[in-house]
């Protein structure tokens, strides 16, 4: 796909995420979501408005939270029905010296552990900088780029499109100055978005 029909593509997956299907009924309005014509090829990706791979992913992350809430919920009650009992006291000789049968605690008295950590909930902004950098949707943020992402949201969608088309570019390495991780464009967000907005086409790359 060409750059803008990446855009294009990326932002009708964001639409999907939060609204569920695309408005396949009025094309002016896809048009306005994905930010110009959109080719018969992306529209492909979207039958009957859906683009199933997405769907799948989007159910998942709705029962998960379901059932996350369910178990917040069952613990939280859990916790509130049990009665802090005394710390047991080690038995007492007559002579006032602690008797050496003193009771292990039983198993289930032994704390649970902590249970794993849920796998990271991808949102919108997340897959749409996953793309930029050939990332599968699947892979796991770090936390700083976790922390990064946090500190600059939310992004307005103008600065979102101009890095989008900005990364989507093909550039000869001399000339080339874009970020080549993502936690470091996290990290220089703003100076990127200028960096985009500024950026011209020069004749000779034939682009």
Known sequence: MSPHEVGCYVRLLCHQWSRGQLPLSDP?????????V???????KFPDGKNQRLEKERIKQQVWREK???GGIKSGLTRASRVVQPPLQP???????PNGNIPSPSPDSIKNPLPPLVE????????????????????RWSK????????IEPIPEEDFQAVEKYYTLTIPKESDFRR??????????NGEVDRARKFKLAKDYNL
């Open 38 to 44: 959109v080719s018969n090829e992306v529209l492909g």
């Open 91 to 97: 038995p007492f000789q007559p002579n006032g010296q």
């Open 144 to 151: 700083p780029e976790l922390k990064a992402l946090r500190e």
């Open 180 to 189: 080549h991780d993502l936690v470091t464009l996290l990290n220089n967000w």
């Open 68 to 70: 996350s809430r369910e």
């Open 28 to 36: 002016q309005k896809v048009r306005r979501v994905a930010g110009g």
């Open 120 to 139: 990271e909930i991808h949102s919108p902004s997340m897959i749409r900088l996953g793309i930029l950098f050939k990332r599968r949707e699947t892979t």
